[in-house]
């Protein structure tokens, strides 16, 4: 089996022998796993603020959550903060989310024939469905980071989320038969990670991004997206019966 590590959007080639697994740590991943952990239903994406608030004119009893520039914008029910997510009870509840990198990511590797949605958060449990689904469809795994700029940049803490969740890969590959290859780009983001294990929220601190939320006091944030297999939740994109995209908690033979 393949592993693959894409450091932003603009790299992706062909994805149609690959299960995708779209990172972006700071915030949207996060975020969208904490959602669903919390309980939400599905979470339906927007590329645009324009779009987000035209959905949410069709649909409004959706939660209206997202970012621009960090911060909510105007008339958003919420903002892009998994911290504040956790602390919610959004058992049944349906949200729209439109952040500056995350959700066009996700939407960018929407022709894989699968696409999950993982962070430090989440890197255990998301490997491990990534693998049982590769294995089982006789697929390749590439691990998409967000990126910053509209996913033209990278962005060293998608790098260590990335990073986190190829070292659970290798953790699932070795307990089966299957041989795991990994690309060069693969190999050097695995070591970074374990060069950063232990420190994880020092070095999203140390982040570009991670400055900029500090200096818009999201500082919880930081401590929240840090803790490596906090959460359960695999998100997993789908279609809905209107063919938006949307995402729900994945369970074995329920996307794709």
């Known amino acids: 089996m393949r592993l693959d590590v894409a450091p932003v959007p603009a790299l992706l080639t062909d994805l149609s022998g690959q299960v995708c697994i779209v990172v972006d740590v700071l915030r949207a991943s996060s975020t ?3 959602m669903l952990e919390r309980g939400a239903q599905e979470v339906l994406l927007a590329p645009t603020i324009e779009e987000a608030h035209r959905l949410h004119q069709e649909l409004p009893g959706y939660l209206l ?6 911060l909510p914008p105007s008339g958003f029910d919420h903002g892009n903060s998994p911290s504040e997510f956790s602390a919610l009870d959004l058992k049944g509840q349906r949200a729209i989310l439109c952040t500056s990198n995350g959700t066009r990511a996700i939407l960018t590797a929407a022709a894989a024939p699968l696409v999950l949605v993982g962070c430090l958060l989440n890197a255990g449990a998301v490997a491990s469905a990534a693998w049982r689904e590769a294995a089982a469809r006789g697929l390749g795994i ?3 980071c967000a990126g910053e700029e509209g996913g ?10 990335a990073g986190a969740i190829v ?3 290798v953790e699932q590959g070795q307990r089966w038969p299957t041989a795991l290859q990994l690309a060069d780009e693969t190999r050097a983001v695995l070591e970074d990670y374990r060069a950063q ?9 140390e982040t570009a991004h991670g400055r900029d939320l500090l200096t ?3 500082g919880q944030d930081l401590a929240f997206c840090a803790w490596r297999d906090r959460l359960a939740a695999v998100p997993c994109l789908r279609r809905d019966e209107k063919e938006r995209l949307v995402l729900r908690a994945y369970s074995s033979g329920s996307c794709g």
């Open 152 to 161: 033209s940049a990278f962005a060293a803490e998608d790098a260590l989320g």
């Open 197 to 205: 294990r232990g420190r994880e929220e020092t070095a999203l601190r």
């Open 167 to 169: 070292d659970a890969i």
């Open 65 to 70: 959550c997202g970012e621009e520039g960090g």
């Open 216 to 218: 818009l006091g999201l």
């Open 32 to 34: 969208i796993v904490t």
């Open 142 to 144: 590439a691990v998409v």
